[in-house]
Each structure stands twice: as C-alpha cells, then as structure tokens.
C-alpha cells in the first residue's frame, strides 16, 4: 500500500522547527552514532567508519531512540538525546551535531502508521567506547535494550572475502525499516560498496 512505501520529507537538521507528520501518525526519531575513520587513529586503525546498532529485548536490531513524547514535537533532536540517554546510558550527545538522513512513513502489521525520522550522529572514539562499557548501566537496560554491537564493516581483513561479514549481518532480524535505515547510513558515510552485497 501507499503507507507502506517509503517517503521522503523535507525536515529540519536540526531542533526548532515542527518535524514533519502525517495526521494520526506517532512520530518516532532515532539515530545512527558513528565514529569516523579521523576520529580512530590510533585506536582500532578501520578505514570505515565504526556505526552502532543495539539489541532490543525481543531479539531485533535496531537504533537507539524511540517515540517523540507530548512537547517534544517542536525540537525532536532534544527528544533524540533523551531517548540515547535512557536507552544506552549516554548523556554527552550535542542535539545540534545531529544530521537529518530520512523521514519516512511505516505501517506496522497491527495497522498502526508511524512517522520515523532516522538521523547520524558523529562521535569520537573515546565516546564511543564510553557507550559500549556503560550501557549495561542504561536506565532500559535489560528492560528494553541488551547491548550495542559494532556493525561490521567493508573493510574486513584480508583473508576474509570483502563484503561477506557485513552480508552475513545483513540477514539479522531488524525491528520495522531499521534495515533500510542502515543501508542508508553506511551509503551516507560512504562505507558501502553495493556491488559487494548483491
């Protein structure tokens, strides 16, 4: 159906404007949280860079975030770093370094419609590692979220074929357009050879 094919909407960068919704739709906002190849030298030394993804409670993959509550409409970025907060127990994001990728429309199989903004966020290396040690210490933690995990990336080592552990993950289970929200970072961060998937 309409509903379920995947929309385009312009929409704010950044806090201080109305996001963009369909009437009667729940507006949900996550995030991709990255490290770029700058930010490691040094440390793990990835020619790509290093994304997050968590495990959710009923066995999916997914980003961090979640629904925009009553008052949040006019600044989702703020409703972002709240959910980041409760769900891997990291207060350090700066709404303003989240950058808008997608808006896109969602129908669940009970027929519930749902505006989704997915959003990047650049961290550094030591920020990084910071969630992956505390989110064990999350206020949702094991409630709703398990862990984080690293999403493999192109740039496996030499003896192992180039695409095929990001492949391999690619055939997890992941919650509502997370997949399509993944493939849409790695493309945005440039850490994706598409022939390699196919």
Known sequence: TENDQRQQAAAPTCGGERVHKRTGDRVGAHVAIYCSPQQQQGCCGSACPVLLMMLRFDGLFGFPG???????????????KREVQEELGWDGMDPRKLE???????????????????????????????????????????????????????DTPS??????????????RFV????????????????????VLQ
């Open 100 to 154: 808008m990728l997608d808006t896109a429309s969602h129908t669940n199989e009970h027929g519930e419609t749902f505006t989704l903004h997915f959003y990047c966020y650049p961290a550094t290396y030591e920020e990084l590692r910071c969630i992956e040690a505390n989110c064990h210490k999350a206020m949702h933690f094991p409630e709703e979220v398990l862990g984080v995990v690293r999403v493999p990336g192109m």
């Open 176 to 195: 509502a357009n997370s997949c399509d929200q993944l493939l849409l970072a790695l493309r945005h961060l440039h850490c994706i050879d598409d022939s």
């Open 66 to 80: 979640g629904f925009v509550e009553a008052g949040e409409e006019d600044n989702v970025p703020e409703a972002v």
């Open 159 to 172: 003896w192992w074929p180039r695409g095929k552990a990001l492949r391999s993950f690619l055939t997890q």
